[in-house]
């Protein structure tokens, strides 16, 4: 579970509704930014969000 949770890069191949999923910075310390765009029908939002990971036990979103 924790590694589909982690493939943020992979969303938009397998998450309803999201249209593109894209890690746009990587730190030296295993955490990264990434920008997500849901989309329905006429309706799209994108936002981005930094994701902290310690596996197998967290994974930390916050919204940028």
């Given amino acids: 579970m924790?590694?589909?949770?982690?493939?943020?890069?992979?969303y938009e191949d397998f998450?309803?509704?999201c249209q593109r999923s894209?890690?746009?910075r990587?730190?030296?310390?295993?955490s990264f930014d990434a920008e997500?765009?849901?989309g329905f029908k006429f309706f799209v939002?994108?936002?981005v969000s930094h994701v902290e990971m310690e596996k197998p036990k967290y994974?930390?979103?916050r919204l940028v």
């Fill in 26 to 30: 990587r730190y030296d310390d295993g």
């Fill in 15 to 17: 998450v309803p509704w």
């Fill in 45 to 47: 939002e994108s936002y």
């Fill in 2 to 10: 924790y590694a589909v949770v982690a493939a943020v890069d992979l």
């Fill in 22 to 24: 894209r890690v746009i």
């Fill in 59 to 61: 994974i930390k979103v």
């Fill in 36 to 38: 997500l765009e849901i």
